[in-house]
């Protein structure tokens, strides 16, 4: 998760050596190992190195192969033999070093787009986010992977483009304005997130959205996309085994290609995603006879409600034979504990309770610099209730017959949830939630009402038989989590790594039959014998009870010492802001009204900052 920096000057003047150093050193907490600039004239490039793989121990960045192309690179890409297979039969490489296999990533970005210029994309895989500046062509070339798990922002001026994967990092450029983006701002009061894939909270930074590419030439500046989850992907086969040990398959590479270090941490719950995810590193990991270097990290809830998560998740790490620490985050009051900078956020971020994340990012970076995730196990098994009654309650009652007949019971998702989906339908939200206390005018101005309708209503099902989880990989929301993993986020020098939004593991699971992922059949089945029979037919188990709950004293308390910063008036109607939570208040209803006190916390810290 190294920083990455880029100027051109697309005036042709010179860039100034000292900004671009101070702008690299800016992000020197993200990349302590090493810093370096290169710059030609008009256009500079910096690095803040952190070192993750074998790879990298004596990488250096920016580099170049050939002294005319040059990148600066946040980079893990994976699939290497296969990506070296193909360089090899390339005529540019076909008398490659004997040392091509132990390229850093960087440098491995750079001999794919030697042999393949920008049509490298589809070739890459992985997390990645670069800036390449070649010579010859006078031409940048700037891409984010396929998910966007790597940021990646830009300010394109009159006079120059502003390219980095921190977003502080633009903001400090001296001709780049601060000036808020009163639509991502109003979104962020609504939503929690900006619905905009690229838009930041401001007017002149942007952000270069998942799969795509930005170019810029003497002919201008083009942003186009690269890839999107595929539509069109249909794999069949006669057994159910064959699904899984697929699966197995790319759930094993996913991982794999993510334990390129000799210690990781993995976040892990006691549900089904997180643990197959820990099973799955810790087979690879003991046949590389490195297991002693994995450690789990999981919250848990040991007096505030009931909560099951420390015997699940320690169920499974005995197992699977991995040290767990438990950190308990009972008793936590709202906004406690976010007095460092590691609570102070690029952009607005909602999370009274944010500490408890920190707390446990902390810990994780103290045992490593690599962390995995289970983030995604809810979008990519995703299991689609059918929509069309003609033609779905015979589809229910199939999907119901094929589950009882594989697992001998009834499925846990019964006969009436279905049928109350198909009449109902699914919504994301409704007008309950839309606040009382946005100021008018800026309601009116940008239309919040008919944007709120709009952004909650029903979604066309565009993917033919896995439309949920087609939509959900398409929410604005994974933008703002990838982007709270990230250093340039969370200020520790650790990165996080999702082996479930794998391309190819995604890619995949797109094109599988719906009825394979009811009840999360194919994960079930995949960690028999792997994971304790307690988790693996532990059912879907959300938090008992909202960690909010309870805190109605802490809002009060909140709302007494409440300042508004002068900005706030302009989005904030502040005479409608509730001063007291009301008996008949739920968990929603807190997190809705403190979304303000966020905000202003947020433009307090920008005004520090300053």
């Not at 990506?83 to 296999?101: G, K, V």
């Not at 990092?169 to 001709?175: D, E, G, N």
């Not at 697992?407 to 109350?420: I, Q």
């Not at 790594?497 to 059949?521: C, G, M, Q």
Request: with cysteine; aromatic share 10%.
């Amino acid at each position: 998760m190294s920083g990455i920096v880029g100027i051109l000057n697309v005036n042709g003047a010179t860039v100034e050596q000292e900004l671009l150093e101070r702008l690299t050193d800016l992000m020197s907490y993200r990349g302590p190992d090493a810093s370096g600039v290169w710059a030609s004239t008009a256009v500079g490039l910096g690095h803040a190195m952190l070192r993750t793989t074998a790879e990298s121990a004596r990488e250096q960045q920016p580099c170049t192969i050939d002294g005319e192309v040059w990148i600066t690179a946040d980079a893990r890409i994976d699939g290497r033999a296969d990506l070296l297979a193909e360089l090899r039969s390339t005529e540019t490489f076909a008398r490659a070093e004997p040392d091509l296999d132990s390229l850093d990533d960087a440098r491995l970005i750079l001999c794919a787009y030697h042999a393949w210029g920008e049509n490298c994309l589809s070739r890459l895989i992985g997390d990645f986010a670069f800036i390449i500046w070649d010579e010859r062509r006078r031409q940048l070339f700037c891409a984010c992977d396929h998910l966007g798990v790597k940021p990646f922002y830009y300010a394109a001026l009159a006079e120059c483009i502003v390219m980095s994967n921190t977003l502080n990092c633009i903001k400090a450029h001296p001709v780049v304005s601060t000036e808020l983006n009163d639509l991502a701002v109003a979104d962020f009061l609504l939503f929690d997130c900006n619905q905009e894939s690229e838009t930041t909270s401001f007017k002149e930074i942007r952000r270069l959205p998942p799969g795509h590419s930005l170019i810029w030439s003497a002919r201008g500046m083009q942003v186009s996309r690269y890839w999107k989850p595929p539509l069109d992907g249909r794999v069949r086969y006669r057994k159910t085994e064959d699904y899984i040990e697929h699966y197995k398959d790319l759930l094993r590479q996913a991982t794999n290609d993510r334990l390129r270090s000799d210690r990781v941490s993995i976040f892990m719950t006691g549900g089904l995603d997180s643990t197959s995810v820990a099973a799955a590193a810790t087979q690879l990991a003991s046949g590389a006879g490195v297991q002693s270097s994995l450690k789990a990290f999981a919250t848990v809830f040991d007096k505030q409600m009931p909560d099951r998560e420390r015997h699940y998740s320690g169920l499974a790490a005995e197992a699977l034979g991995i040290p767990i620490e438990h950190l308990p985050a009972d008793g936590l009051k709202l906004f406690q504990g976010l007095d460092g900078p590691e609570a102070m956020t690029p952009e607005p971020y909602h999370d009274p309770l944010l500490a408890v994340s920190i707390r446990r990012r902390r810990h994780a970076s103290s045992h490593s610099r690599v962390a995995l995730t289970g983030e995604g196990g809810d979008v990519v098994f995703r299991y689609s209730p059918p929509s069309i009654l003609s033609w779905a309650f015979g589809r229910l009652l199939l999907n119901s017959w094929r589950y009882a007949a594989h697992y001998r019971r009834v499925p846990r998702l019964g006969l009436r949830t279905g049928l109350k989906k198909l009449w109902q339908g699914e919504r994301t939200q409704d007008m309950d939630g839309y606040p009382g206390w946005l100021n008018q005018d800026l309601e009116r101005r940008l239309n919040l009402r008919e944007r709120w309708e709009f952004v909650c209503g029903e979604r066309p099902r565009l993917h033919p038989f896995r439309p949920d989880s087609y939509s959900l990989l398409g929410l604005s929301s994974w933008r703002i989590i990838f982007e709270t993993y990230d250093p340039g986020w969370t200020r520790f020098p650790i990165e996080f790594r999702h082996p479930l939004f794998d391309t190819r593991l995604v890619t995949y699971l797109l094109s599988l039959p719906n009825e394979i992922f009811f009840d999360k059949l194919i994960t079930r089945e995949a960690m028999k014998g792997r994971l304790p029979e307690p988790v693996r037919a532990r059912p879907k188990t959300p938090l008992v009870a909202d960690p909010m709950r309870g805190q109605a004293d802490s809002f009060e308390e909140i709302m007494r010492e409440f300042i508004a910063d002068p900005r706030l008036a302009e989005y904030v109607n502040l005479s409608a802001l509730p001063r007291r939570a009301e008996p008949a208040d739920d968990c929603n209803d807190l997190w809705i009204n403190l979304r303000p006190v966020s905000f202003n916390r947020w433009l307090r810290q920008s005004a520090c900052e300053a």
